[in-house]
Nanobody, 122 residues
Framework: VQLVESGGGSVQVGGSLRLSCVAS????????MGWFRQIPDKEREVVAV????????YYSESVKGRFTISRDNDNNIFYLQMNSLQLDDTAMYYC?????????????????WGQGTQVTVS
């Protein structure tokens, strides 16, 4: 599956953004979908993962209660709604997909990746 992110940008502390990830080549409903983020000189970290099969979504502790991951199977898109944004949320955000993902999720679980979209909070 091919992935393309959009929706990044600059926002003030406390603001909101919604990231989108459009998938092509297969149906997102068959995949576990994840959002990761990375800042320069740091490892990429998982933000949120949406599993298949009715398993509850995973959120990192730093975003729990502020971010929501969701999918639109009809349009083959999944989202990351980010509220109450903080300075530490500034990063390049990547969407990722794989048919099977472990719990807790790891970067190595994902085989398909988007190109990234920058989020800057100031």
């Amino acid at each position: 599956v091919q992935l393309v992110e959009s929706g990044g940008g600059s926002v003030q502390v406390g603001g909101s953004l919604r990231l989108s990830c459009v998938a092509s080549g297969d149906t997102v409903g068959r995949y576990c979908m994840g959002w990761f983020r990375q800042i320069p000189d740091k490892e990429r970290e998982v933000v949120a993962v949406l599993y298949t099969g009715g398993i509850a979504p995973y959120y990192s502790e730093s975003v729990k209660g502020r971010f929501t991951i969701s999918r639109d199977n009809d349009n083959n898109i999944f989202y990351l709604q980010m509220n109450s944004l903080q300075l530490d949320d500034t990063a390049m955000y990547y969407c990722a997909a794989n048919r099977v993902v472990g719990f807790p999720p790891r970067e190595s679980d994902f085989k398909s990746w988007g190109q990234g979209t920058q989020v800057t909070v100031s």
